[in-house]
């Protein structure tokens, strides 16, 4: 099993950054690509980012192109999401999932994920 812990979510205001970081523990040889997503009340979880084990994939969905860049650190067992230029709708609960596999095929599906956080609450204040 591999856990994932999620961390740096909190109050911005708009137009403000923030960095969450997401850390896998237990049998983490079996990371591979990772991804975020999110959701916000009411509405379904939604495709965020994601990164090859390698990093030299990576995919984002179309509204956080040039705002949010992913990456990761194999040697921490840990990736990253760096969000610029927040807005409010930007306001949501922001999930770290992982796959067992080193590549990404369905990126943005989350049936194709093995494992996930618990989620860290990002809410921008307008």
């Known amino acids: 099993q591999v856990q994932l812990v999620e961390s740096g979510g909190g109050l911005v205001q708009a137009g403000g950054s923030a960095r969450l970081s997401c850390v896998a523990s237990?049998?983490?040889?079996?990371?591979?690509?990772m991804g975020w997503f999110r959701q916000a009340p009411g509405k379904e979880r939604e495709f965020v980012a994601a990164?090859?084990?390698?990093?030299?994939?990576?995919y984002y969905a179309d509204s956080m192109k040039g705002r949010f860049t992913i990456s990761r650190d194999n040697a921490k067992n840990t990736v990253y999401l760096q969000m610029n230029s927040l807005k409010a709708e930007d306001t949501a609960i922001y999930y770290c999932a992982a796959r067992e596999v080193p590549y990404l095929s369905r990126a943005g599906e989350v049936d194709e994920y093995d494992y996930w956080g618990q989620g860290t609450q990002v809410t921008v204040s307008s």
């Open positions: 237990g049998r983490t040889f079996r990371t591979g690509a």
């Open positions: 990164i090859s084990r390698s990093g030299g994939s990576i």
